[in-house]
């Protein structure tokens, strides 16, 4: 093989994905492997290093690389298995990466990793919900759609269906929180909104340590507000009502307006008509 055409795969993101799909994997392996019989011969090894890192597990750095991580490392699916086997041992917080501890999301499938159809990420099944939708959406994503209004199916056009019952507890003062009012600092740990103000302030993710993804920062900021259904206006998320009876955004005031003018009583969600617990309805 040409010299210059392996130089050109690893000046343009390279990645084992894009070699073994040109079909030149196995020559840049034979190449490696002729590189490290007379690597005493070479005036530098930093040409081989790259080679290696690039094409070995950034773990045990034995193995060829199986599966390659967003954040650029590469492990062997030996190294892979043992790290979803101890994460499930451990009930660890997080799925990180072996390398950089960011959580993980990979560029290819792969064992417990699902493909979200709105960010394109394969994450580990940790970072959906378990009720299923039509199509696979990660948590940071319902997020970031609800929040922003949406809540049609990227993939079918059709709405999704949640289960408003479900309870999830916020991963720093453990209140009970819906779908609704789950708040994502990564893309798996939910929070109040109290507690997601801490976290956007300090700019990480209590639970795992984390820091906030810098290209999704300016948008979790944004949803700190949202669009009221019946007034149209745009408030902090700590002016509306909490419930679980549907999906339409009511601001305190026009709870409390409307239900008056309409005679319908503020013990009902102007939204669906539904009973509200009031006590509850009005915790942020």
Known sequence: MNLMVILEAFSNNFSVEKVKKAGKYEEIMGLVK?????????PSNEFLQVLRKN????????????????????FCVKCMEQAQSDFIDSKSKNVACLVCDHQLALLAPFQGYTECTQCGNFLHESFFYQDPLCHPICKMCVYTKTSGGSFTCTVCDK???????????C???????????????????????????AGLSEGRCFSCDSEIDSELKPELISLLSAKCSLC?????????????????????????????????????????????????????
């Open 34 to 42: 002729e590189l490290e019989k007379v690597k005493f011969l070479l």
């Open 55 to 74: 094409l070995f597990c950034g773990y045990c750095l034995e193995n060829p690389i199986d599966v390659q991580s967003k954040c650029g490392h590469g």
């Open 159 to 169: 709405k999704l269906k949640f289960d408003l019952d479900s309870n999830y507890p």
């Open 171 to 197: 991963s720093l003062c453990c209140k009970n929180l819906s779908i609704f009012t789950s708040n994502f600092l990564c893309r798996s740990h939910a929070y109040c909104f109290n507690c997601y103000k």
């Open 232 to 284: 149209k206006n745009i408030k902090e998320k700590s002016l509306f009502i909490n419930k679980k009876c549907c999906v339409k955004r009511i601001c305190v005031a026009c709870q409390v307006k409307v239900g008056i003018e309409k005679k319908f009583g503020v013990e009902k969600c102007m939204g669906c008509q539904s009973k509200l617990n009031l006590n509850s309805s009005l915790e942020i």
